[in-house]
């Protein structure tokens, strides 16, 4: 089934709130680029492709705010509200993707009425937010065969259907592996700070009736000395040129310990995920958060008060210890720098 985290309706964007899964089902509405936003900033919707199908429904909110007199006025006051949505996470290229398709869509209807724009920007993000989930799924037919039958398969993070506009990608090509009629069965690392994998992709994967096991982070190393982990697949927020990969933090510990055992890494990501405008992962901004991610549980404190934090979200593996990436366009394995440009063209 894979749920859609976000959905539009009568002007109103409409998105789960991920902070309160998987103890509670809270729907929150939006209705400005303001509050989208802030919405992005603080994970009431994460993931790199549903953060840039928030962002464009975060573009679309403020056109429908701007009032100009002829397309210059209207276009600086749209990149400053596009500026004020680049500005909440640094490291998932898909937001910067998304403002930059919306922001050419704009300039390429300049020439149209002001509400007749608007209208052309909002079907602009339901297309972003529909092709998302097509993508998703091509993306899962090409990587599924990577898959042998009652694999074990490990992931970190979620990448999942609430991760993307739905179905998901790392999850996408699990979910596309089981509907090939093979036993799949995942160990979801918890991955801290955030727990993205013990409260998102645990939910997501039992709602799918997938069989799940949680682990701690720092259990992986021990499951695959064991001989129990066939596979590990990932997502992305944003692959460089080389085939670098910046993704949850905790990624390179996962890909590094794969590498000692032979076990595949995979990673799966949507050609939005690709910044060929960067040669290597040592250029891809890294989100540092809030230091209270780590040092508390809700309202359980786990270190003392004043003590130093360092919370960086992201890590980059090189492209040396990732076994293939795939994408809707197919999998690339070994020269990520021809592999990734020619799928690019
Ligand atoms: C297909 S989601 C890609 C990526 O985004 C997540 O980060 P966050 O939860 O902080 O938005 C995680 O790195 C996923 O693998």
């Known amino acids: 089934m894979s749920i859609k985290p976000i959905e539009f309706e009568n002007g109103v964007c409409r998105m789960i709130d991920q902070r309160l899964l998987p103890a509670q089902e809270v729907w929150l509405d939006y209705r400005d680029y303001r509050s989208v936003a802030e919405a992005i900033q603080t994970m009431v919707v994460r993931g790199a492709p549903a953060i840039g199908v928030a962002a464009a429904f975060g573009a679309a909110f403020a056109a429908a705010e701007i009032e100009a007199e002829d397309f210059a006025m209207f276009e600086s006051q749209f990149e400053e509200c596009c500026a004020v949505l680049a500005a909440t996470r640094p490291t998932a290229v ?191 901004p890294i989100e540092e958060r809030d230091p209270r991610e780590v040092t508390h549980c809700g309202d359980t404190q786990l270190a003392p008060d004043g003590v130093k934090v360092y919370n960086p979200a992201f890590d980059v593996t090189p492209s040396h210890l990732v076994t293939a990436i795939i994408t809707e366009r197919g999998v690339v394995q070994g020269d990520y720098l021809n592999g990734l440009k020619a799928l690019a063209q």
């Not at 209208?119 to 297309?127: G, K, N, R």
């Not at 259990?219 to 040129?241: E, F, K, S």
């Not at 949850?248 to 990501?269: D, N, Q, R, S, W």
């Open 94 to 284: 898909n937001l910067f993707w998304a403002l930059d398709r919306m922001k050419s869509v704009a300039k390429a209807n300049q020439k149209l009425s002001l509400p007749d724009l608007r209208q052309v920007l909002l079907d602009e993000a339901l297309t972003i937010a529909e092709d998302d989930d097509q993508i998703n799924r091509t993306m899962g037919a090409h990587g599924q065969v990577l898959f042998p039958d009652k694999a074990n398969i490990l992931t970190h993070c979620n990448a999942g259907a609430l991760a993307t506009g739905g179905y998901g990608t790392a999850l996408g090509v699990i979910r596309a592996a089981v509907e090939a009629g093979k036993q799949i069965e995942v160990f979801a690392d918890e991955t801290r700070p955030f727990w993205q994998g013990a409260r998102l992709t645990a939910w997501e994967l039992m709602q799918d009736d997938i069989p799940v096991t949680v682990i701690c982070d720092n259990m992986a190393g021990y499951l695959m000395q064991q001989g129990r982990v066939d596979a590990v697949i990932v997502g992305a927020d944003r692959i460089t040129a080389n085939g670098d990969v910046a993704n949850k933090i905790g990624t390179y510990t996962v890909a590094v310990l794969a590498k000692e055992h032979g076990i595949p890494f995979y990673v799966a990501a949507p050609m939005s995920t690709i910044d060929l405008s960067l040669t290597d992962g040592s250029q891809i």
